[in-house]
């Protein structure tokens, strides 16, 4: 891997540095979310060492998962970002608005730095490092749909007859 420093720049012009640590430090948490724009829905996840849950939203339900990483696990995912350059993840700001476009972002916080990486209504990736950053993007989401499944359940439900009206229509919304 080559790199030419960290171009994660907080608001500011701090940089947040990855690259000196062999392990998942103490003060980095990492957000991903997918959401907005025309539809009311979003999901996010948020990930660091001692807290880490999704949250799944359609509509007026809001649904929280909590979980837990080892550290063995947390030290596997941060190898994983790492390796595939989080470091080099920037953003454009553009000067076309679509206003009914959704935000798909990665925000990475250390310490008191916090840099949002995101691609949505005035801001994309830059074109250079989507597949990077839709790799972490996918390596966080998936991991977090690996820890919450065991804690969903399916159901079955039953409606009775008198609720079925010729011509009505009833939508269950999976959450």
Same mark, same amino acid.
């Given at each position: @891997?080559?790199?030419?420093?960290?171009?994660?720049?907080?608001?500011?012009g701090?940089?947040?540095?990855?690259? =000196?640590?062999?392990?998942?430090?103490?003060?980095?948490a990492l957000e991903?979310?997918?959401? =907005?724009?025309?539809?009311?829905?979003?999901?996010?996840?948020?990930?660091?060492?001692?807290?880490c849950?999704?949250?799944n939203q359609?509509?007026?339900?809001?649904?929280?998962?909590?979980?837990?990483?080892?550290?063995?696990?947390?030290?596997?995912?941060?190898?994983?970002?790492?390796?595939?350059?989080?470091?080099?993840l920037?953003?454009?700001?553009t000067?076309?608005?679509i206003?009914d476009?959704g %935000?798909?972002?990665?925000?990475?916080?250390l310490?008191?730095?916090r840099?949002?990486?995101?691609?949505?209504?005035?801001?994309?990736? %830059?074109? @250079?490092?989507? =597949?990077?950053?839709?790799t972490?993007?996918?390596?966080?989401?998936?991991?977090?749909?690996?820890?919450?499944? =065991?804690?969903?359940?399916?159901?079955?439900?039953?409606?009775?007859k008198?609720m079925?009206?010729?011509?009505?229509?009833?939508?269950i919304?999976? @959450?």
């Open positions: @891997m080559i790199s030419c420093g960290s171009r994660l720049r907080t608001r500011d701090k940089t947040i540095r990855l690259t =000196g640590y062999k392990t998942w430090p103490d003060s980095l991903i979310y997918d959401g =907005g724009g025309m539809v009311n829905a979003s999901n996010s996840v948020y990930i660091s060492k001692d807290s849950y999704t949250i359609r509509e007026d339900a809001t649904n929280i998962y909590t979980f837990k990483l080892n550290e063995g696990e947390l030290d596997k995912l941060f190898k994983n970002i790492v390796d595939n350059n989080i470091e080099q920037s953003t454009k700001h000067n076309d608005v206003y476009k %935000t798909t972002s990665l925000t990475i916080m310490g008191k730095k840099v949002n990486i995101a691609d949505g209504a005035t801001e994309r990736i %830059t074109e @250079m490092h989507k =597949g990077d950053f839709r972490i993007y996918n390596l966080l989401e998936s991991l977090a749909k690996q820890k919450v499944s =065991g804690l969903k359940q399916n159901c079955c439900f039953n409606f009775d008198s079925l009206l010729p011509g009505k229509c009833l939508s919304i999976c @959450m």
